[in-house]
């Protein structure tokens, strides 16, 4: 009997320049957050490692906008699409953020509950020094009973990390996604 060769193909979705550029930031974004996890647990909330992949997705996005206004502009997209609309400008960049955020909330939930389940005490206990360092600066515009009140609010949150809440972050975040893929369609359409 002959062998059967299994035609292995690429899904079309993944032959998209977005979803390609997504899928890289998105990568980038798990790499940065692991290595800052195996350095030092506490890295992992660190507000330099969370700007260093907002300004991946940023550079990420903003080429992929770039390139798509090129290809329009050179004519190599204008028969498919006749007209650069706002929601042609729009798609590209939203499309990377949508992949590399749900790239990186399939890291962080697996982080939370595969990977290393006390990582819930870590970020407790980070909060916790972040509120304290907060809380001097609060005495300079908030009286005792707010920041005692903001203190108990703050010891009964919940750390833990479930499908339904790392769902509806993921979710959440999308809006700022398809504010930053507006404002680079808002560039990018004005030039074409």
Excluded: C
Aim: net charge negative; charged share 15%; glycine share 4%.
């Amino acid at each position: 009997m002959k062998d059967q060769e299994k035609d292995i193909s690429i899904p079309p979705f993944l032959n998209r320049d977005d979803v390609k550029a997504g899928l890289i930031a998105g990568g980038i974004t798990v790499v940065v957050y692991l290595l800052a996890y195996f350095i030092n647990p506490l890295l992992y909330f660190g507000s330099g490692i969370y700007m260093l992949t907002f300004l991946v997705y940023l550079i990420v996005m903003w080429q992929i906008s770039k390139m798509k206004t090129n290809e329009y502009l050179t004519g190599l997209d204008r028969e498919a699409v006749p007209a650069y609309s706002f929601s042609d400008a729009i798609q590209p960049p939203f499309v990377v953020f949508l992949v590399a955020q749900t790239l990186y909330y399939f890291q962080y939930y697996l982080m939370f509950t595969v990977i290393d389940p006390s990582m819930t005490e870590v970020a407790e206990q980070y909060a916790f020094e972040a509120l304290e360092r907060t809380t001097g600066i609060l005495v300079n515009f908030a009286d005792e009973s707010t920041i005692d009140e903001i203190v108990m609010n703050f010891e009964d949150h919940d750390f833990s990390v479930t499908f339904l809440n790392t769902l509806m972050s993921w979710a959440r975040s999308l809006i700022g996604g398809f504010i930053l893929a507006a404002i680079f369609a808002l560039i990018y359409k004005r030039t074409s």
